[in-house]
């Protein structure tokens, strides 16, 4: 009898669906977006296949660049709701939204760090636009770019930020999360901007201009072995990866709008996930 159970037990084993065992890693489950589909601009997520888009946000006002805390159950996103742009926290659902920096600056482009304990973001309330940190809650605001930053995003590590800067012209960077030792790591003509890490920290996507219109590269996270993953018709930017690092999702105006897609992480098997009515950008992958 016991052996009879054992063989049992084997079979249903052998029998299981091969994907059962394959979720104990990061599984992607939605896309934040933007979209002017309806009108204004406004965020939505939808599934990984680009279907059951939902819209999150309503008027006055437009709502765009959405980021997800890494426990995928907020969104840190910009908004002129209130006649300024400023950056403003919701959860994962569209509720229970609010304003975490004020005026009369503006302040967009909100990353979180890997923790979720702080966010960065770009602000020109000193003058230039610089990178500053400030807790969750919007309290405890502290500069760390010394001169002109953009575009944060954190290291899965949480300990450095690469970022924009057009302090040699208008190239990534990066830095230690403090501010400190601050590195140039890309060195093309044109502009490099857009960067964003890979989810093991060895890669950055980004959007370069170099080639006379915008397309998507990586390079390592040291600058070196630069590789570009998208070329004309139309321009490419944007890059998000997945959580698993297996895909990249970005927006293009390869089929006459700009509109969001996802392909391999070496550029091969584009797919686009939206379409008109409206055009679709900043794409982010949830947790």
Known sequence: MKSVILLLVSTILLCAPVGSQAQSGPQPSKIAFTSNREGSQQIYVMNVDGSQATRLTTPPGDNEIPTFSPDGRKIAFVSNRDGQTQIYLMFADGSNVNRLTSGPATNYAPAFSPDGRKIAFTSNRDGDFQ???????????????????????????????????????????????????????????????????????GKIAFTSNRGGNEQIYTMNADGSNVIGLTRPPGTNARPAFSPDGGKIAFTSTRDGSLQIYVMNTDGSNVIRLTGPPGESTYPVFGP
């Open 131 to 201: 990178i500053y940190l400030m807790d969750v809650d919007g309290s405890n605001v502290t500069l760390v770019t010394p001169g002109n930053g953009r575009d944060p995003s954190f290291s899965p590590d949480g300990r450095k930020i690469a970022f924009f800067s057009n302090r040699s012209g208008g190239q990534i960077h990066i830095m230690n999360s403090d501010g400190s030792n601050v590195r140039q790591l890309s060195t093309f003509r044109g502009e490099s901007y857009d960067p964003t890490f890979s989810p093991d920290g």
